[in-house]
């Protein structure tokens, strides 16, 4: 079945440092791809996303673009922000009937001052 | 807007006692769904719904019931909790898929969770 992998963390960066974490995926058909976000003790909420090959997904400075032939979406921002500091989650949509989302298990990242 | 609420954001039951969790969106939305998010496990699906009387089973259904008797609302059942049943509960909504402006992408909203300790 259709799943996604994350890297694990924790992360730790200072503030201004560069951030990558990385998301790969494996599905069946043309999947959408998104990036949820998930700041201390909140819901989640849906940073980006991507609905097809070689789309770029950006917001609040985060990218992530869509990469069929590695079958990944990388999220990456240039300069990390305290206020960055959350749980990263990626996650596919298969567009079925059911609508559900499959997650990656999560990347918690600390920023420093 | 309020978006998705979930009520209650907290409790404590004792092995085999059952409560409801309520999820209530305003968003008009037709799709609804149930998630628990454990440390190490990300997000499972527990059950889900594509409209009003309609239920589903997900990733993770035993031991829950679910139903959806009115648009807005999806309840989440717990008949006898289990200290495995010890979870965050995230319910989430949505427009069908490729409808509401996004293009084919599902966008899900969620509640800010439910913190539910069984001891």
């Known amino acids: 079945g259709d799943s996604v992998t994350q890297m694990e963390g924790p992360v730790t960066l200072s503030e201004e440092a560069f951030l990558t974490i990385n998301c790969t995926y494996t599905?069946?058909?043309?999947?959408?791809l998104f990036w949820y976000v998930q700041y201390p003790g909140e819901g989640l909420q849906l940073l980006l996303k991507?609905?097809?090959?070689?789309d770029k997904g950006s917001n609040k400075g985060f990218e992530a673009t869509y990469r069929k032939e590695t079958t990944s979406f990388h999220l990456e921002k240039g300069s990390v922000q305290v206020s960055d500091s959350a749980v990263y989650f990626c996650?596919?949509?298969?567009?079925?009937?059911?609508?559900?989302?499959?997650f990656g298990k999560g990347t918690k990242l600390s920023v420093k001052p | 807007n309020a978006g998705v609420t979930q009520t209650p954001k907290f409790r404590v039951l004792k092995t085999g006692q059952s409560m409801t969790l309520l999820c209530a969106q305003d968003?008009?939305?037709?799709?609804m769904y149930w998630y628990r998010q454990d440390p190490g496990m990300g997000l499972r699906l527990i059950h889900y719904?594509?409209?009003?009387?309609?239920?589903a089973k997900g990733e993770v259904p035993d031991g829950y019931n679910v139903s959806r008797l009115k648009k807005q609302n999806f309840l989440l059942g717990l008949e006898s909790a289990a200290p495995s049943q010890t979870s965050v509960y995230f319910c989430?909504?949505?427009?069908?898929?490729?409808?509401?402006?996004?293009?084919?992408?599902?966008?899900?909203?969620f509640g800010a969770g439910s913190r539910l300790t069984v001891l």
């Open positions: 996650a596919l949509s298969d567009g079925g009937s059911q609508g559900n989302l499959i």
């Open positions: 968003m008009n939305h037709e799709y």
């Open positions: 599905a069946t058909g043309y999947p959408s």
């Open positions: 991507a609905t097809k090959a070689d």
């Open positions: 989430a909504s949505s427009y069908r898929s490729g409808t509401g402006g996004n293009s084919g992408a599902n966008v899900l909203t």
């Open positions: 719904s594509v409209g009003e009387g309609t239920t």
